[in-house]
């Protein structure tokens, strides 16, 4: 907790590398300021502050803040401009007479390098600026050092011809990397694998997070990297299955072939009378709210087991079915209010694809999308342990 007696001693230490004062919430501001306090490049390995309202002299600036400039504020985190996921705790308002001053404090990530829409901003002593090749490949090497998780760990026995380097090249490069940067960039490619956690520099291999996007047979080494969609006649698994299909290859393609399944085999519609003798279209299931609740299921479930994804179609609900229960600081009395991530590669790199808008919060819309389209909330079965169950009803009228 931040509190008062803590802001005074960051108000009087003009020294430290630590502390970065600004009187702007622009995004494009504290974006950068956030991502270089993550990457922690000195390696204090101690929390890093960024105090609003105050001046680059340690003057207060005689601001006070407004509820839209504190939800900017908290947007940092959630928004997904700043990956990984960032760790920060925003204070209160402090009340001064000289004005009022909002404190962020940023946690070091495990998992650097941290970047700001592309690029990658370190701090050392009083200036910001963006990391060169070489301090990129510091803060990749320290990495290595870190608690992993399973994405981030390296898939002994793959190589650099397990993976389908076209895909990683024109699919993903040029979005998760901007454009100068990539202008600058003469690195082999292991290395531009690497910087994005892709590649295991010491090991020489892809990581599951490369084999899982890129692979050109995941199954091989991840045996339960896959989806298996069933749709059944009945109400029950004893009924007879209409049509099975199973989605396996390298998310990069596997994320699409998904989406249009959703949206052109799962999805329908048509119209109903009103009492005006009018017609009004209902859809079976809100497309959206499917498709945001299997990304979800894709990007936090346990990738370790040689269980696949499930997804069931009975002939009055889905249930979608994935191995991997709730998560770090997630439980059943906080969910899906809080987030934590078990696979923090893939919630990156879903983002950047555009398969994930914003960070905690897609489950939220997808409930409130269910429940304007007449399905009601979906039931979220926590009590499986090793699994996470959610069932979806079909639209009340159809």
Wanted: with cysteine.
């Amino acid at each position: 907790m931040i509190t008062k007696e803590i802001l005074d001693q960051l108000l009087s230490d003009m020294e430290s590398d630590l502390i970065e004062r600004t009187i702007s919430v622009r995004e494009n501001k504290l974006g950068p300021a956030v991502c270089a306090l993550s990457n922690d490049f000195p390696n204090h390995k101690k929390h890093g502050y960024i105090l609003l309202g105050v001046d680059d002299d340690g003057k207060l600036a005689g601001m006070t803040w407004t509820d839209d400039e504190l939800q900017a504020i908290g947007n940092v985190k959630t928004n997904g401009n700043v990956l990984p996921q960032p760790s920060i705790v925003v204070s209160p308002v402090f009340k001064f007479e000289d004005g009022e001053v909002v404190v962020i404090q940023v946690t070091p990530s495990s998992y650097p390098p941290v970047r700001y829409d592309g690029r990658c901003w370190i701090r050392i002593g009083p200036r910001r600026y963006r990391a060169t090749i070489e301090e990129e490949k510091i803060l990749i090497e320290r990495r290595a050092s870190y608690a992993k998780t399973y994405d981030l760990v390296p898939s002994l026995g793959a190589n650099i011809g397990d993976l389908a380097i076209e895909y990683f090249k024109l699919n993903y490069l040029p979005i998760a990397i901007d454009r100068d940067t990539l202008a600058e960039n003469g690195r082999p490619i292991e290395q531009q694998l690497s910087s994005l956690r892709f590649f295991d520099i010491k090991e020489q291999c892809p990581t599951n997070a490369g084999i899982l996007f890129f692979g050109l047979n995941p199954e091989f080494y991840i045996p339960g990297a896959y989806i298996q969609y069933v749709k059944f006649k009945g109400e029950e698994m004893n009924s007879d299955v209409e049509f099975e299909k199973k989605f396996s290859g390298a998310l990069i393609t596997e994320l699409n072939s998904m989406d249009d399944f959703i949206k052109n085999n799962i999805i329908k519609e048509r119209p109903v009378k009103k009492d005006s003798f009018q017609e009004k279209t209902i859809r079976n299931y809100p497309y959206w709210a499917l498709r945001e609740l299997l990304m979800n299921a894709i990007m936090h479930r346990n990738y370790e087991s040689n269980s696949p994804i499930y997804i069931y179609e009975f002939s009055n609900r889905i249930e979608i079915l994935n191995p991997g229960g709730l998560y770090g600081d997630v439980n059943a009395q906080n969910f899906p209010n809080a987030s934590d991530y078990r696979n923090v590669v893939i919630a990156e790199a879903m983002k950047i694809l555009g398969f994930v808008n914003r960070f905690n919060y897609g489950v939220k819309r997808a409930i409130d999308e269910l429940i304007r389209n007449e399905n009601g909330a979906p039931d979220f079965d926590l009590s499986i342990g090793t699994k996470f169950k959610v069932s979806i009803s079909i639209n009340q009228n159809w």
